[in-house]
């Protein structure tokens, strides 16, 4: 079983819709990423936390928004969302941000439909 | 300009026969880690073995087995004796200074 727990696991949202995806985790570890994945496509980094502050923003459109208000905890805010952001959400953690070696774990993800 | 490429979109095998998942990558540091995570139908992707640069032996763990050549920049994946549980994307990844996954190699066990 994965140590990292997204929901909802799926999602569908009208383009006016605002929505919140969640995601936690107990290792105790102190950086948390979002991924968005397109159908057959690898991963995309969206944001990176690294000590509960935001250290890596991928250009991300305003219309996402990332919260982590503690050390277990992250969110993404959707607002506003486009048809085109209809992708599977993914939340990874790891011990610690900006070690080449680390590796990540990740959740099941958030499958999300735009209408 | 592509840093890890993984030439096989997808590969179907019989159960029990070997898969070979093959990946080229491309950096000018000479400290970098490299990756392999599968991603089976339920969507979140699994860890399964990192390698550093500096460390070109391969490794065998079960069925999976790694071989690292610094020589071709290849980190290529075989998995022996394939079971249908095998079935899913398997992702080969560098992280120089920022991971980069290649595009994903799709592998379909039959019964």
């Known amino acids: 079983d994965t140590e990292v727990t997204q929901t909802p696991k799926h999602l569908v949202m009208g383009m006016t819709n605002k929505k919140s995806l969640k995601c936690e985790q107990h290792m105790g570890h102190r950086a948390m990423y979002w991924y968005k994945q397109k159908a057959k496509k690898p991963p995309e980094l969206m944001f990176v936390y690294s000590y509960e502050k935001l250290s890596i923003n991928e250009s991300v459109p305003s219309r996402f928004s990332p919260e982590c208000p503690n050390s277990s905890l992250l969110n993404l805010h959707l607002h506003a969302l486009q048809p085109e952001d209809s992708a599977l959400y993914l939340c990874?953690?790891?011990?610690?941000?900006?070690?080449?070696?680390?590796?990540?774990?990740f959740g099941s993800g958030t499958q999300l439909s735009v209408l | 300009a592509q840093k890890v490429t993984q030439a096989q979109t997808e590969i179907s095998v019989v159960e029990k026969e070997d898969v070979t998942l093959d990946c080229v990558y491309e950096t000018r540091d000479t400290t970098y880690y490299l990756f392999w995570y599968k991603q089976p139908p339920s969507g979140e992707l699994v860890f399964l073995i990192r390698r550093n640069s500096f460390d070109e032996q391969n490794e065998i763990s079960g069925r999976y087995s790694w071989n690292f050549q610094k020589s071709t920049s290849s980190f290529n994946f075989t998995i022996t004796a394939s079971q249908v549980v095998d079935s899913a994307v398997y992702f080969c990844?560098?992280?120089?200074?920022?991971?980069?996954f290649g595009a994903g190699t799709t592998v379909t066990v039959r019964a």
């Open positions: 990874a953690s790891s011990q610690d941000r900006g070690q080449r070696d680390e590796k990540l774990f």
């Open positions: 990844a560098l992280n120089d200074y920022k991971l980069s």
